[in-house]
């Protein structure tokens, strides 16, 4: 039964307005590919528990209350916790949470206008804090007198 109620809270919070998939893969850490196939309406077989721990994580509840979440709403019971409460912030870990939004709407938009470009800018996106991590760890050597 409890991964009725799971199913029943990811699916309230997918339906729920500014929430995705990829907004669930970025907080949960999935890759595109593993959420897809996971959240797959083929998927016979359920989720895997570490995985839905991960996916409650991601849609901002610890694992029991998501549960709980989902049992409410499978018994109409009205929910304890209004979902749209605890939703993560995307824009948690910056500095400028300005400048984060308007990253993420470029994101959307780009997302909108062809899935494709949004794997492109990702990758580039990955190229350059490889670039950049490279870069500071050569500055943290050079300070300290390693080269």
Not at 11 to 20: A, E, F, I, R
Not at 46 to 69: M, R, T
């Amino acid at each position: 039964m409890a991964y009725q109620y799971f199913k029943a809270a990811l699916s309230h919070w997918l339906n729920q307005k500014g929430n995705s998939r990829k907004v669930l893969q970025i907080e949960a850490g999935f890759k595109k590919s593993l959420l897809s196939q996971l959240l797959s309406k083929k998927r016979e077989k359920p989720i895997s528990y570490e995985n839905q721990v991960k996916i409650a994580k991601g849609c901002g509840f610890d694992y029991l209350s998501f549960l709980q979440f989902g049992k409410a709403l499978l018994e109409e019971e009205v929910p304890l916790i209004p979902l749209k409460e605890k939703q993560p912030s995307l824009t948690k870990n910056f500095r400028d949470k300005d400048r984060a939004i308007r990253i993420i709407k470029k994101l959307a938009q780009a997302e909108q206008l062809n899935e494709a470009a949004l794997d492109k800018i990702e990758s580039q996106i990955d190229l350059e804090l490889k670039y950049l991590e490279k870069t500071e760890s050569l500055k943290k050597k050079t300070v300290n007198g390693q080269e």
